[in-house]
């Protein structure tokens, strides 16, 4: 896998079963619970269960499916799951907003891929290599879906 691959075998999700950002942000915050310094930056929300059972059925291993809204840019980072990997489903990109993959996290890091994802696709990301997100003008808004560890 490279560090992002747009995913052509898994289905559009049905409008129906994504909810909108207000009610999204009325589930429990599941990111806050480990830390507050990405407060009004990053959040991940529980998924509601229609979309939950929807999203299993397309994986052939327990899957944790989420809500994810992101509001300012995500300084770059490596996500902390032990999974390497996770299915991204956009849908509201944010804008021009780009994920970009970088070769380190420190100051003489050199970019390695940025990339622009498309709404109502799905994208397989890299999330052990250093990424950010650029600025978005509006909430970045996607279902993220990572193997159960």
């Known amino acids: 896998m490279t560090y992002c691959e747009?995913?052509?075998?898994l289905p559009s999700i049905p409008n129906h079963l994504i909810k909108d950002l207000h009610t999204i942000e009325s589930y429990n915050?599941?990111?806050l619970k480990k830390t507050h310094k990405y407060v009004?930056?990053?959040s991940s929300y529980e998924a509601?269960?229609?979309l939950r059972?929807?999203?299993q059925e397309l994986f052939d291993y327990p899957v944790f499916v989420r809500y994810q809204v992101i509001k300012k840019p995500l300084p770059v980072h490596v996500d902390k799951a032990i999974v390497p990997?996770?299915?991204n489903y956009i849908i509201d990109t944010g804008g021009d907003v780009k994920t970009r993959w970088w070769s380190d996290v420190n100051e003489n890091k050199k970019l390695l891929l940025q990339y622009q994802q498309k709404v109502n696709k799905w994208y397989e990301l890299d999330i052990h290599t250093p990424h950010?997100?650029?600025?978005p003008d509006r909430p970045r808004i996607s279902i993220t879906v990572r193997k159960a560890n």
């Open 40 to 42: 009004g930056v990053y």
């Open 132 to 135: 950010d997100i650029t600025k």
């Open 53 to 55: 059972d929807y999203v």
């Open 48 to 50: 509601n269960k229609k």
């Open 6 to 9: 747009e995913v052509d075998n």
């Open 85 to 87: 990997k996770k299915f």
């Open 29 to 31: 915050d599941l990111f």
